[in-house]
């Protein structure tokens, strides 16, 4: 509980040097920005598509903050399961998503009927990731259906299939493809696996320049008449408040995370 719920706000933006004096170190900041948008779904167009479904009455703003809270308590319940399993074990807390197949298992090994429990859990779980893996597509089948005629069905199959078939690269980098490196000539790519680069990629150019491009067009392109009334937050102060937010706060926000992942901003 204390590893979680304890901070230490000093190591959010300083380090110790060698020498006991503090440094400037921003990058757990960075990092942790950067991590919203996987945790959040931003920058990918699943929020707009799946948003365009939404009843006209409802309110986006409220619908925000409801999604955030929840996705952030379902985090720390999260935190609060795996982490104790990690230091009774011995494991790293570092370890990152692997720890879920490394500490659940010995939970379920030290419970009654862990077996059955262990295989349900784990069923589930491949269904949450087919889950987001149709959320991740919505936006190409909308965009095939409403801009190219085709059925939904048809649109459906052959996007399914072509992430299937682009999944396969990261499958092959693992075995067959182990020693392939694309962009090699680069120093920040010469170690990287067709699945390190396709990660890379994503996570630190992709996101972020769509979370960029949503907030330009929230605040600058779209009608303030229209985003206030989708919002339904009025013309006072919590409107004007996200406006000066989505137009300058975030646009600079997203361009630092952006050029930290990108190694040109260089902290730690």
């Not at 000093?10 to 380090?15: D, E, P, S, T, V």
């Not at 409220?62 to 009774?88: E, K, Q, S, Y």
């Not at 150019?205 to 009608?223: C, E, N, Q, S, Y």
């Amino acid at each position: 509980m204390a590893f979680l719920f304890k901070p230490d706000f000093n190591a959010l933006l300083f380090k110790v040097g060698a020498d006991g004096t503090k440094i400037w170190n921003p990058g757990p900041v960075l990092i942790a920005l950067g991590h919203a948008f996987f945790t959040l779904s931003l920058g990918m167009g699943a929020i707009m598509v799946y948003g365009s479904y939404l009843p006209s009455g409802t309110s986006i703003a409220r619908t925000t903050f409801v999604i955030a809270g929840a996705d952030t308590v379902v985090a720390l319940l999260a935190g609060m399961v795996i982490f104790p399993i990690v230091f009774a074990n011995g494991l790293e807390p570092a370890a990152g998503p692997g720890l879920l197949f490394q500490s659940l298992p010995m939970a379920f090994g030290h419970m009654p009927w862990g077996g059955f429990f262990g295989t349900l859990f784990f069923i589930l779980l491949t269904f949450a990731a087919w889950s987001s893996s149709i959320s991740l597509i919505e936006p190409a089948v909308t965009w095939l259906v409403e801009n190219h005629g085709m059925e939904r069905l048809t649109a459906s199959v052959i996007m399914g299939i072509a992430c299937w078939a682009f999944g396969l690269l990261t499958v092959f980098s693992f075995n067959i493809w182990s020693d392939v490196r694309l962009l090699s000539m680069f120093e920040t790519f010469k170690d990287k696996t067709l699945f390190d680069l396709l990660d890379y990629l994503t996570a630190n150019l992709m996101l972020p320049l769509g979370g960029l491009l949503t907030a330009i067009f929230a605040g600058w392109v779209m009608r303030t008449e229209a985003s206030r009334d989708e919002l339904e937050m009025g013309d006072g102060l919590a409107y004007r408040l996200w406006l000066l937010l989505v137009r300058f706060i975030t646009p600079l926000a997203v361009i630092v995370v952006f050029l930290h992942a990108i190694d040109v901003i260089r902290v730690g």
